[in-house]
């Protein structure tokens, strides 16, 4: 359920975008013929395709081939996730030829509206993705609004597919309204004329019974991983710490060597309760340490299962080795040093980590 979720989430924009570009250049077999110019059309085109590949890239980054089965052999869960993906597919490509019928009978009015929503949509998601990169790379400082526009437009991504088909909805509304208001405006016609009118009522119809179908389907799988299913676990109580007089936190090793979970909580220079956690990597002393936050879903945290650590925000399963490493959805290295069998975190190391707390 997960994976179908997620591709719809990824992927939905490309299927709306794609419905509004069919609409606004009516299609020729596999080809558009442009209405409004060739090098419109073109750029339309490339705006799809660029989309896409963005949305594959950032699907790829949060479900790896580990995610689709838990063994390198064709198994039951591959199978199942593997339906799950295709069904999802299925579904977004069977929206863009319905929302574009829907849109060319509305006419223009309604295309600009829906474009301008699911280009909005797109360029806010689009800044948050850019302004992440920018603060990966140390191109910008990591300053406490940047990081919370991060985490802000990243908590909201999840909703935007209910914007989405909340306008398929009101399209579909409207639509249903606009062509009760032409047949009950059609005098009464009589012969050829009746039966092509009757004709045309009927396939304006599954018009309607498909999106409505469409939304549905999207729509309560949906609401079931987002009220049941994905529900998630609540983070166990963080351990509270207090640094000694020279302002450094100690950890004994002794206490965080099992291989679990070790999550503790402290307050920065800067008056900010900070939550970190501490693991052991699997040899002796080599321990990670980071911050219970990321770059891209801010402070909800991790917890671990197995032998991976995930993210609450987003599912992503961590490799344990790679904690205290960053990129992607890991947790935010924390600096320490190791010193007669104790862990120390210095306070400016720490201090460096409040910014990723306190938005929520």
């Known amino acids: 359920m997960l994976i179908f979720v997620n591709t719809l989430r990824e992927f939905s924009a490309v299927a709306f975008t ?3 570009v069919f609409a606004l250049f009516p299609s020729q077999g596999f080809l558009v013929r442009p209405c409004t110019g060739k090098a419109t059309a073109f750029l339309a085109q490339c705006l799809v395709i660029v989309l896409f590949l963005a949305s ?10 580990a995610q689709f089965s838990s063994v390198s052999i064709l198994n039951t869960d591959m199978i199942i996730n593997s339906a799950s993906l295709f069904v999802a597919a299925a579904l977004l490509i069977a929206v863009v030829p319905v929302l574009a019928h829907l849109l060319t009978m509305l006419g223009k009015r309604m295309i600009r509206l829906s474009l301008f929503i699911v280009l909005a949509m797109i360029f806010i998601r689009w800044s948050a993705e850019v302004t992440l990169g920018l603060l ?4 910008w400082d990591a300053s406490a609004a940047r990081v919370s526009f991060v985490a802000k437009i990243g908590h909201l991504f999840p909703l935007m597919i209910y914007i989405e088909m909340a306008l398929f909805a009101f399209l579909l509304l409207a639509f249903f309204c606009k062509r009760r208001a032409l047949l009950q405006n059609e005098s009464v016609e009589i012969g050829i004329n009746r039966r092509k009118s009757e004709y045309s009522t009927l396939i304006e119809k599954r018009w309607m019974k498909s999106a409505l179908l469409i939304i549905v389907a999207i729509v309560v799988p949906l609401l079931y991983q987002d009220l049941y299913a994905g529900r998630a676990p609540k983070l166990s109580p963080a351990v509270a710490v207090a640094s000694g007089e020279d302002g450094v936190i100690r950890i004994r090793m002794d206490d965080v060597k099992n291989g679990e979970l070790h999550r503790f909580s402290a307050i920065s220079k800067s008056g900010k309760q900070v939550r970190f956690f501490v693991i052991n990597r699997g040899k002796s002393k080599d321990f990670g340490v980071a911050f219970d936050a990321c770059a891209l879903c801010a402070d909800k945290g991790y917890i671990k299962k197995s032998r991976h650590v995930i993210c609450l925000a987003c599912g992503s399963l961590i490799f344990i080795p790679s904690i205290g490493r960053s990129g992607g959805c890991n947790p935010i290295p924390l600096k320490y040093e190791v010193m007669d069998d104790m862990i120390l975190i210095k306070p400016e190391d720490l201090d460096a980590g409040a910014k990723y707390f306190g938005f929520f």
């Open 18 to 20: 794609a419905g509004i």
């Open 56 to 65: 594959f890239y950032k699907f790829s980054l949060h479900f790896s081939y």
């Open 136 to 139: 990966e790379l140390n191109l």
